[in-house]
């Protein structure tokens, strides 16, 4: 028997989350479409969480008055995909994205923190990010205590995508902001100790 599954395009998408089928219970589960499947998102764990919140404080300040960020939001891909990364540092844009969620023209950085979902957000979103040509994305590895930062995005010949330059940086290390390289993140301000 073939088995065949309902894939979604993002207006699809949108509208069951407007009929409420995205909810359980009497909360909304965090979802987010990528490639026409609807994805659950996991848990936040509390290394996630502190990963987060330190991410979120030390990006704010270096990058106020250069461009825009946005936390745990839509993007909008090609191949009916809208993830919600973690971090997206974008282009500053005079509507502040009220016309509609940013693309990949807008995208300067996607950064995605990861433990119990480390394969999913390396594998299948890094190849979804590849595969739209953003530039740069980070992955927080709090699995090995470290960062994995993907650049040259590419497609083979089979059209799937990956990124051609992965470099990590350890947790006693630091590394330039793309695209203000003159910007530097520690990642000890970030990544929780090993005693944590």
């Known amino acids: ?9 993002i ?13 359980k219970g009497n909360h909304e589960e965090r979802t987010e479409l990528i490639r026409g499947e609807i994805a659950y998102m996991v848990a936040k764990g509390i290394r996630h969480t502190f ?22 939001d839509p993007i909008l ?5 809208e ?10 844009r ?6 509609g969620h940013p693309t990949t023209d807008d995208i300067l950085l996607v950064i995605e923190i990861a433990d119990s979902s480390l394969n999913y957000d390396r594998e299948i979103k890094g190849a979804l990010y590849a595969e739209a040509g953003i530039e740069y994305y980070w992955l927080f590895n709090l699995i090995d205590n470290r960062l994995e930062a993907y650049s040259e995005p590419y497609r083979d010949a089979q059209g799937k995508g990956n990124y051609a330059q992965r470099k990590y940086v350890l947790s006693h290390q630091a590394i330039s902001l793309p695209p203000f390289p ?11 100790s090993i005693t944590e």
């Open 1 to 9: 028997m073939l088995v065949q599954t309902k894939r979604f395009t």
């Open 11 to 23: 207006a699809e998408y949108h509208r069951l989350d407007e009929l409420g089928f995205l909810q």
């Open 51 to 72: 990963c987060c919140r330190n991410l979120l404080d030390e990006l704010s300040t270096l990058i106020k008055g250069r461009a825009i960020l946005q936390c745990q």
């Open 77 to 81: 891909l090609p191949t009916d995909s």
């Open 83 to 92: 993830p919600e990364p973690d971090f997206v540092i974008l282009r500053d």
């Open 94 to 99: 005079s509507d502040n994205y009220l016309t």
């Open 182 to 192: 003159e910007l530097q993140i520690e990642l000890s301000k970030i990544l929780p």
